[in-house]
């Protein structure tokens, strides 16, 4: 099936190319790119090296002085010309996704429906105030503070979501008047590859949007440390992100995280028990357990404890596993052999601390000689809230569910771990819920629902998940600076 995405008039052409400058690039060197379902290498794209960096940001200088002139009304019209190209593609887009990253086909056609959201969310922008007006100390005078594009942004994206976090940065750049020179994930730059692709198709004009592929260490970190960039806006881990944010301070510049996350599900004894069960399900085992929002450990009071797993282990086991290009199936495998090491690593650790598996635990039954990265969607008991699995991002369809006994204990086993980005609750009690929220420290909260987070929120970690954030107007106001103009035209007589 890959090799239709390989064709002449295809948005990857015959072989992926690296976008430079609205050049379409390639290199001596070369990284594989695999497919998680069967572990076979199916192509491979461009190594970036320092020339193209600075080809890169060459061009992005010169494209974003021309595109900071444009209005915002006409960078709209830019930005809604994206949304048909998107439309036109979004078959190839889906399936370029579910090819490198591995989820399934309904649910890579969610992601190319998100990443059209962040476009059309940036476009709509085109209305905004785009400044303030202070009182002047004297009349004849005028104070004005100025919104301005911050120049060249550097964006560094992770693997889970390959074309709709290019879109989630992207767009919001753009719109605010920026050039953005991204690096896709090492495992899965063919999205970013056609997204832009589609931009340029769309008429977005040459070196505004560059994509160079290659290392972290190597290609992002040289970005981050190059002069012409402006601000760096990163999704990935907490680990990356400290090394960013450290190379990013010599330069004094802003940057903005979005980092790991460990979202509790906490379900008290007066939920609605159907509703609990079915969205702590979806909000673990969608993308394989691989999105930053997911349920990474569920609390349940006492009361209904028993009852939750009994129900939720019942759903776990009917669980479709299999072929991501099969409509019918539920959850692909991980993205790659070294997310499988950790993630049985981690089920390992607990088993031998104590954890019991009521489900799962390895490769799903029938997979055993498959070449893919395959994990069953597993289920633990007799878990501890101090233990690793429940202290530490997991990021794979392996879900803890720990009993507890009042709201005090559960708040402060939720808000125990060095994360603080999503966390849910499930209760019928309005003054429970409110309460929950006031004393939860998460960036997000769901109340009786999932994720996932909408374009007009404002997706932010708060502890070692993140720094500033994405979305909505907060999310926009990152990609931009002020500029505050003083202004005498003489008092009237
Ligand atoms: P990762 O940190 O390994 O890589 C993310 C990106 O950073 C990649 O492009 C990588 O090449 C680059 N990178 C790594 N080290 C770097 C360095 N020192 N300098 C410059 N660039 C560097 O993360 P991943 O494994 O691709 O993605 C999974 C992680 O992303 C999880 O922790 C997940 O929670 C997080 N994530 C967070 C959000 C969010 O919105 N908070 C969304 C999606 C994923």
Known sequence: MTATLFT?????????????????VTTDGTRPVDNPATGEVFTAVPEGKQEHIEDALARASAAQKEWARRSYVERAAVLEEIIRHI??????????????????????????????????YAASQKYRNVGELAAPAAHGQQLVIREEPVGIVAAIIPWNFPAAIFARKVAPALMAGNAIVLKPSEVTPLSALAMAKVCQLAGVPDGLISVI?????????????????SMVTVT??????????????????????????????????????DLAVQQAFEARFWNCGQVCTCNER???????????????????????VGDPLDDTSQMGPKVSQAEWDKVKAFVDAAVEAGAKVETGGGRPDGMEDSGGYWFAPTVLTNVTNHMEIVQQEVFGPVLP??????????????????????????TENFRTAMRATDDLEFGEVYINRIGPEEVQGFHTGWKLSGLGGDDGVHGFERYTRRKTVYT??????
């Open 488 to 493: 005498d035209y003489g008092s009237s007589t």
């Open 236 to 273: 990935g881990s907490t680990r990356a992100g400290k090394e960013i944010l450290a190379k990013a301070s010599d330069k004094i510049i802003p940057v903005s995280l979005e980092l790991g996350g460990k979202a509790p599900v906490i379900v008290f004894d007066d939920a609605d028990l």
């Open 298 to 320: 569920t609390y349940v009071q006492r009361g209904v404890y028993d009852e939750f797993v009994k129900r939720f282990v019942a759903k776990v086991q009917d669980l479709k």
């Open 8 to 24: 002449k008039g295809s948005l990857l052409g015959a072989s992926p190319a690296m976008f430079v400058g609205g050049e379409w």
């Open 401 to 426: 569910i720990i009993p507890f006994d009042t709201y005090k204990e559960v708040i402060e086993w939720a808000n125990s771990t060095v994360y603080g980005l999503t966390s849910h609750v499930y």
């Open 87 to 120: 439309d036109a593609h979004a078959e190839e887009l889906a399936q370029i996704v579910v090819a490198e990253q591995g989820k399934t086909i309904t649910e890579a056609r969610g992601e190319v429906g998100g990443a059209k959201a962040f476009f059309d």
């Open 213 to 229: 592929t290659g290392p972290g260490r190597v290609i992002g970190a040289a970005l981050v440390e190059h002069p012409l960039v």
